[in-house]
């Protein structure tokens, strides 16, 4: 992979004129800048370089101060005069150029051409390099200043900052390290897409705050992250509290989430397995999709970033496709991540008509990223409308695995039962001669079949309510009649839900396990009520 110390040398070598680096790390950029430049195995010529600031003017390389550079234009005439081979480090000059809507001074964008040129052709190797926190360049020099990528700490940079302050914090025993070695690396990992100086003030804040690291201060390092994420304005940084065991049934799609869990780790990379893709999880609406992307996250201890495509497509005219590649990149800043695209079908869906184009745009570059993604960015996209699917987004490749959800069995039924009444009965004043025993709960599960999982919390939520009308406890009558008095999706959309499953019979794997399709069918369901291939995991 080309490191930025690579791209910098032969632009160097090239002798390109003036390069723009967007970065917040100034002295990073300067740092790695300076690495290069007085390389002579890199750059052939070894240069001094010499560094702008609005508070400091300009600085030569022996640290002494050139009088009367201290205005943008005085440090680029400055520049220009110089003849001797260097690298001119300008950190304060985007405000001039127009950045933060402000009008770019046209002296200032003059001189820059003047010195693009001079460079160009000079007897001697001089380059100028503009470093600034924002992308923004006048149009007058789209044509003669190059941009140049700089990447954000790799893992090995965070863990040396890891490891730097873990041994600097506890040579006077003013903390206690409770880390593995595993421990250490997804602690490193979770700092992934934050600066060096975030990511000191992520592990900084850790320590401080009960005076021991451990595993469970991966959820400190995720709050700095969430600052970055709100910042970029498409994606947004969801709470994931929700454990898999939260989820009723769906078995066969927990197990297999279960068995990847840390495959993004070094680990699983050094057995050859590479970081899971994705999973396209599809079905009857009220079952458990949505609420099962919270849940993986939460149980693999990573970010969950929700896209909103609508996001994507607002804003101004031509802006999508730029939309589209700036959420990619800060999804792939906060891996390893889950990335949650809730029915994907009402963004993706529909193609490019109407819109000259832009839809279709926006949706290949996605299908790129997804069939060529290298970070460890976990696509979870749930869709209710299969008819609404591209056929590009369900060919292999694109996600591991494309999961359907059906209503659920009377196992699940019954599993969903006891996860909503017994979370309510916690509650004094809703607790009383209710017991929660087998009985109950296989009664609620036969009475309840063709009752989706969202549906089964209603009545349990309209039990309550009666309940609490007249300030009693919770009894079994009142789930009764919740149930009575509620008309199931599966009677309403009976025609839907039975193209949904026949769609889904060989083209998608049934989240439920297999033992609780076989006790289905033995109690009276029928075989082949749920779509999807009954595969084990």
Known sequence: MTTFRDTLSQLLKARIPVLHVESYEEQRVVAEITAVAHDAARVRTPRGVWIWSATHGLVAPDGSRRNGAGEPQAALDAALRLDEPAVVVLLDLHPALGAGGRPADPGVVRRLRDLAAAYRSGPVPRTLVLVSPVPHLPGELAKDVTAVDFPLPTEVEIRA??????????????????????????????????????AENAFARAMVDDGVLDARDVALVHEEKRQAVRRSGLLEFVEAEVALGD?????NLKRWLAKRDGLWLAEASAYGLPAPRGVLITGVPGCGKSLTAKAVAAAWGL????????????GLVGSSEQNMREAIRTAEAAAP????????????????????????????????????????????????????????????????????????????????WALHVQRRLRHRAVAGALTVDHALLA???????GYSGAEIEQAVVGALVDAYAERRPLRRDDLLRALVNMVPLSVTQAERITAVRNWAEHRAVAATAAED???DARSGAGPGRHGGRPVEF
């Open 161 to 198: 900052v890891l490891e730097g302050m873990i041994a600097a914090n506890t040579a006077g025993g003013r903390i206690r390290i409770d880390l593995d070695a595993q421990g250490r690396e997804r602690l490193a990992k979770a700092a992934l897409g934050l600066t060096l100086h975030e």
């Open 247 to 251: 989820v009723g049934g769906l078995e």
């Open 303 to 314: 970010p969950l970033l929700r896209l909103d495509i609508g996001k994507v497509f607002a």
């Open 337 to 416: 991540c889950v990335l949650w695209l809730d029915e994907i079908e009402k963004g993706f869906g529909g193609g490019a008509g109407g819109d000259s184009g832009t839809s279709g745009r926006v949706f290949g570059s996605f299908l790129t990223w997804m069939q060529e993604k290298t970070r460890a960015v976990f696509v979870i996209a749930t869709a209710n409308d299969f008819e609404g699917l591209p056929p590009e987004l369900l060919r292999k490749g694109r996600f591991d695995e494309i999961f359907f959800v059906d209503l659920p069995t009377r196992a699940e039924r019954a599993s969903i």
């Open 443 to 449: 009664e609620l599960a036969e009475l309840s079949d």
């Open 517 to 519: 399709w076989d006790l």
